[in-house]
């Protein structure tokens, strides 16, 4: 791939950043530094020896920024590639920079407790290892999910086993909502979200200056098994206070804030508060750039001054499963008040231009933050942004509709392109234009009239030559990980072809945690509508291992299902086990335990109008 250096805009702007950004104070790597105990390995490979994760990989991150790498991202990449065993107080200790998130250990009388075991099996065994090293084999007493995003909780086969759970020798504790909010994110637009997470981490990005450098909230995400264990006990309240091997932890929930599940907890015997991802050391999105539900800003704001009463009077110490510790009840409650009061402006900031009639895009340009917290290195906007936290804010209560009734009513991008290519004389003409663009430093406008060209021929050399030149620039000058992540990635693709979907979630251990309607809803999402227009069918389905009937109906291309009795009857029942139904939806018609009884033809037909998502569908590309 033919890699360029930065353009003379993109030096000028890293040089002004140097110049008002605050990087005399150290303070974090102070912080990211104490406690130190030992490094341990940074590569950590599968049993078939593939390599799950590399932080080796980001031993280019010395010195000062190169020219292609904003310095705040530079400074926030030397931080979160941190590596190693480190004490939070004097039984808390935590691994980083073993995968994505970070995973904490809590020991009690005899045993451990374990808190967000990381994504992957292979890291949380390793970073456990590692722990174990320097303590002692102390025995996992427990697991704590500190909420539903899959590098909180899928490597918790690393650190126990389903056996040593149901056998009640370790507890596994996670908020209310736990198993459902983490499985479906996975299922009903987990194509679509994996594939756009391949953008968002930089996953087929080489690392360097040049390529991927991190995401702002940790360096990238592992690629080992990600597994589940289902929770054994539920947190169903604020205030509840539960003892696990004698140590006492408090909770607060926090429900649709940074998760839909979510909880923050309190140790008093070490004075130790863990804010979950609520409060870490960057801006973090309300909506992500892979594509999620809107998350609330007035209620994330609201559980972190809730937490600050509960807690910051007790408080020693604050962390995380991100990134370092804040030490000291004075700096603990600035920084959590910092986050809240980040979140808090955003969302008030954003209603008051939105009542005087300002859309998502021009609010975005407008909101600038209060100095305090623009200059707070916790609340610059490596992982989420202003500006795209702002369109989401502006969504959420207005949805994607700006009331500009022009804008009602648009031509898709392909016809939209193909029109601005000829209004503004031709392609020639128009990668005229954008050259000039780019050579004057406006790559914003360069990518907007590039993006046109692409989109009413794809094939044309100059115009995808330049685009990706065009994108490359806008990923050297984001501060933002996961912008540089997508700019760099879309770069990638135009020069060198779809690279799909690197690494994706959907795993059999997740899958198999499906209750039978979450199953019956993903076969519904990929019921192809126009093959089925005119299909009439019934299905009734029974479990074996359940106890359980549900009737199917399929007609006017909608799947349908209500649970029903035994006298319920259908064109054709099937009998099978919940991971029978799992496997037949795959495409396994010949394995054994599927009873049919009826008309046949109604599952060939059923079956048969089932669409795959695409895990290489095109980005920058009609």
């Not at 009737?551 to 259908?570: E, F, S």
């Amino acid at each position: 791939m033919q890699q360029k250096r930065a353009t003379p805009p993109i030096e000028h702007a890293h040089r002004a950043a140097l110049q008002s950004l605050p990087f005399s104070d150290t303070r974090d790597f102070e912080n990211a530094d104490r406690g130190f105990i030992a490094r341990g390995t940074g590569v950590v490979t599968a049993d078939d020896g593939r390599v799950v994760w590399d932080n080796e990989s980001y031993s280019f991150l010395a010195g000062d920024a190169p020219t292609t790498v904003h310095p705040s991202l530079w400074r926030q990449s030397q931080l979160a590639a941190k590596q190693g065993l480190y004490e939070v107080v004097e039984g808390i200790y935590q691994v980083r920079g073993f995968d994505l998130s970070i995973i904490t250990f809590v020991e009690g009388d005899a045993g451990v407790i374990v808190i967000d075991p990381l994504i992957s099996t292979e890291t949380a065994a390793a970073a456990l290892a590692l722990y174990r090293e320097h303590r002692g084999a102390r025995a996992v007493v427990a697991v704590i999910y500190s909420h539903s995003h899959v590098d909180h909780f899928g490597g918790v086969f690393g650190v126990t086993s389903q056996a040593d759970a149901d056998a009640g020798l370790v507890e596994i504790i996670a908020p209310e909502g736990f198993t459902g909010h983490a499985v479906a994110e996975n299922v009903y637009a987990g194509t679509a979200m994996a594939r756009r997470a391949g953008y968002m981490y930089g996953a087929s990005l080489a690392r360097g200056p040049q390529g991927q450098v991190g995401t702002g909230l940790g360096q990238t995400a592992s690629s080992g098994e990600v597994g589940l264990i289902v929770p054994t006990v539920l947190i169903t309240a604020t205030g509840r206070i539960h003892t696990v091997d004698g140590v006492e932890i408090e909770f607060q929930l926090a429900p649709g804030s940074e998760a839909p599940a979510e909880m923050h907890f309190y140790f008093p015997r070490f004075r130790a508060l863990c804010l979950a991802e609520n409060a870490t050391h960057t801006q973090h999105n309300l909506l992500t750039l892979r594509g999620a539900l809107v998350r609330d800003p007035h209620l994330w704001a609201g559980y972190l001054t809730e937490a600050i009463g509960l807690f910051a009077d007790r408080s020693d110490v604050a962390f995380a499963s991100h990134h370092w510790p804040t030490w000291g009840r004075a700096e603990i409650v600035e920084f959590i008040s910092t986050q809240r009061d980040l979140y808090a402006y955003l969302h008030d900031q954003t209603l008051r231009h939105l009542n005087q009639g300002l859309t998502g895009a021009e609010i975005a340009e407008l909101i600038e933050l209060p100095p305090t917290l623009e200059n707070a290195w916790n609340a610059r906007g490596y992982y989420g942004s202003v500006s795209h936290n702002v369109k989401a804010i502006y969504q959420r209560y207005m949805g994607w509709f700006d009331a500009n009734p022009a804008r009602l009513w648009p031509h898709p991008p392909a016809e939209l392109g193909a029109r601005y290519v000829e209004a503004l004389g031709g392609m020639d003409r128009l990668v005229d234009l954008a050259q000039a663009a780019f050579t004057a430093g406006d790559f914003r406008w360069a990518a907007t009239l590039l993006d046109h060209a692409v989109f009413a021929d794809q094939h044309h050399p100059a115009a995808r030559a330049l685009y990706a030149d065009t994108l490359e620039q806008l990923g050297y000058g984001a501060e933002n990980g996961t912008w540089r992540n997508f700019f760099l990635s879309g770069a990638t693709e135009l020069r060198e072809g779809n690279f799909g979907t690197p690494a994706s979630t959907a795993a059999p251990a997740l899958i198999a945690q499906l209750t039978p309607e979450q199953l019956f809803d993903a076969i519904a999402i990929s019921v192809n509508g126009p093959r089925a227009w005119s299909l009439d069918l019934a299905v009734v389905v029974v479990f074996a291992d359940l106890d359980r009937r549900y009737r199917l109906t399929l007609r006017n291309g909608v799947l349908t299902t209500t649970r029903c009795g035994a006298d319920t009857t259908a064109e054709l029942t099937i009998t099978l086990t919940k991971p029978r139904l799992i496997a037949l939806v795959g495409g396994d018609l010949t394995s054994g335990g599927l009873e049919v009884s009826g008309d046949e033809g109604v599952l060939t037909a059923l079956l048969g109008v089932l669409d795959r998502g695409d895990p290489g569908f095109p980005i920058d590309t009609p």
